[in-house]
């Protein structure tokens, strides 16, 4: 049974960064597109700032991401370390 948590915890981690971080900047895209306006419609900047907004939440768990894989080697090379002691190896 520990091999199946460990595989249902992998795909739904694979599917939330896989499928819903390309999904979130997608939304972010179509809101800020749609909050420019058109020419019949006026431009609605609440919609603009939260496509703004869901593109910027996209970058910062990219950037984390990054930050993670290479939590290590910022440790080791640095001294430099970001998340909590659990996080690193001793």
């Known amino acids: 049974m520990d091999i199946v948590s460990s595989i249902s915890k992998v795909l739904a981690v694979g599917l939330v960064l896989g499928a819903g971080l ?8 179509r809101l800020e597109a749609i909050g420019h306006g058109d020419l019949g419609k ?9 496509g703004f907004a869901l593109i910027g939440l996209t970058v910062v768990v ?4 990054i930050l993670w894989v290479t939590r290590q080697t910022l440790d080791y090379y640095f001294d ?9 190896k001793k």
Do not use: E, K, Q, T
């Open 22 to 29: 390309p999904a979130l900047f997608a939304v972010g895209m």
């Open 42 to 50: 006026p431009a609605n900047p609440i919609i603009r700032y939260l």
């Open 62 to 65: 990219i950037v984390l991401g």
């Open 80 to 88: 430099l370390r970001i998340f909590p002691d659990f996080a690193y």
